[in-house]
């Protein structure tokens, strides 16, 4: 094979190798860094305005942390509790409540809160979705009450769901 050959066929084979690679791809939609910050900002302004000092965390569809909120005074459990919040979320697809309820009524479940270290079954967490397609998770902790933190929660989806 002569040089101009050896180009030529150097050529079709990367190519050729590109091509195979890109069909490999896939593509997901996720929740944006600048949603996820407003997202968790909403959150921390609204248990604010209920007088509560929060955290508020928000991670992506595989359970990354995106943003991070811990509002003046929040306790230093509420960090662990609310990004535990958001990835089980996200993780198990369903608000964080109708878990701790499922178990609540059905101890034989209990189990499902031993099925990963991040894992957290307590009210304030919920999915993020964008036209009808999970994209991430927000988790809540420091209120007085599951109910608080997961209606601060869903204040931070509204934020960036209203658009």
């Known amino acids: 094979m ?7 066929y150097t050529a079709f084979v990367l190519v050729s190798l590109t091509a195979r690679a890109g069909a490999d791809v896939v593509s997901e939609n ?11 900002q909403a959150a921390v302004d609204k248990c604010r305005s209920d ?4 955290s508020a965390a928000v991670v992506d569809k595989s359970g990354n ?9 929040a306790s230093p459990h509420t960090i662990d509790s609310s990004r535990k ?16 309820k499922l178990i609540q009524e059905n101890p034989e479940n209990a189990a499902l809160k ?15 979705e964008m036209n009808g397609e ?7 902790g420091g209120a007085p009450g599951a109910q608080f933190d997961e209606a601060c929660a869903a ?4 934020a960036i769901t209203a658009k």
């Not at 007088?51 to 929060?54: E, F, S």
Request: a positive charge; zero cysteines; hydrophobic letters at 45%.
């Open 65 to 73: 942390i995106k943003a991070f909120i811990r509002a003046d005074g």
């Open 155 to 158: 204040a931070g989806i509204s």
């Open 51 to 54: 007088g509560y000092d929060v």
């Open 30 to 40: 996720q929740v944006s860094a600048k949603d996820a910050v407003q997202a968790a």
């Open 85 to 100: 919040k958001a990835y089980t979320a996200i993780s198990l697809r369903r608000p964080t409540s109708f878990y701790a």
């Open 114 to 128: 031993d099925m990963n270290d991040s894992i957290l079954i307590l009210g304030g967490g919920l999915p993020i």
């Open 134 to 140: 999970p994209v991430g998770g927000i988790g809540v």
């Open 2 to 8: 002569n040089f101009g050959s050896k180009t030529i």
